[in-house]
């Protein structure tokens, strides 16, 4: 016995509910991980001066703390001087390595920087999942130089860890977990002492982070967009089909 059309319309209609469903469950899965890259900016870094770079760290995980952020600086453009700024319920530690070659700076030559900033979240702390935690490193002077490029790895409480270290590579697509780059622009008369604090008026340098969750943002705005219209067109069409079934229905009767 062929099933009525009513019941072929409920069938569709559960089917069509269930394709919603997945296509919402993969869009926000989607948006998720494009945003919640570990990012730097800085609102005063420039070529020559000194700065404060903030890395923004989001929680990505649904079940487990970060508990640990493990900071690589560049050694080819180092920075000569790096401060840790305090957290609270967090450790840092800053260790210090041997310059591939010796730099001058102010006249005096030197070999060995700070290499590796670490933070470690005190017994039962860290960052839970929801929610982002800001760390932020006072140093300089900052090379002559577009960008600087940060690897910094993330531990979580259930042991696992994820590496933002890969590239990014111009006319190709981001990767998954691509290392934190800060943009340097030039300040515009102004300056910064030795501690980072500005002496005079200049221009803002911004993290190429803040362009990442631009487009990531874009991207989710994107992506909930074609949601909606995937969404009101399968309705569309289901409401046409039932209203031809009903019409059907009617006239067989009849």
Request: aromatic share 4%; glycine share 14%; proline share 6%.
């Amino acid at each position: 016995m062929s099933p009525t059309p009513f019941r072929t319309a409920r069938r569709l209609g559960v089917v069509l509910l269930a394709a919603i469903t997945a296509l919402a469950g993969l869009l926000a899965v989607g948006a998720g991980v494009a945003s919640a890259h570990v990012t730097v900016s800085s609102a005063d870094a420039a070529p020559g001066g000194y700065g404060k770079l903030t890395f923004r760290v989001p929680n990505e995980s649904d079940a487990a703390s970060t508990v640990g952020l493990r900071i690589q600086l560049p050694t080819d453009t180092p920075l000569t001087s790096v401060r840790a700024q305090p957290v609270p319920g967090w450790t840092v530690t800053l260790t210090r390595g041997q310059l591939p070659e010796p730099v001058e700076i102010s006249g005096e030559e030197v070999d060995e920087v700070v290499s590796v900033v670490e933070y470690r979240a005190v017994d039962g702390g860290g960052v839970a999942p929801g929610q982002f935690q800001e760390f932020a490193l006072s140093g300089g002077p900052f090379p002559d130089a577009d960008s600087l490029t940060f690897n910094v790895v993330q531990n979580y409480s259930d042991g696992s860890e994820v590496a933002w270290i890969e590239p990014t590579i111009e006319g190709q697509g981001e990767p998954e977990h691509p290392a934190a780059v800060l943009s340097l622009t030039s300040a515009d008369g102004g300056t910064t002492d030795a501690h980072g604090g500005s002496t005079g008026s200049g221009t803002a340098g911004t993290g190429a982070a803040s362009d990442t969750d631009d487009a990531a943002d874009g991207g989710d705005g994107l992506a909930v967009t074609a949601l909606v219209v995937a969404v009101l067109g399968l309705v569309t069409g289901l409401t046409g089909l039932v209203l031809g079934l009903r019409a059907r229905r009617r006239t067989v009767s009849s």
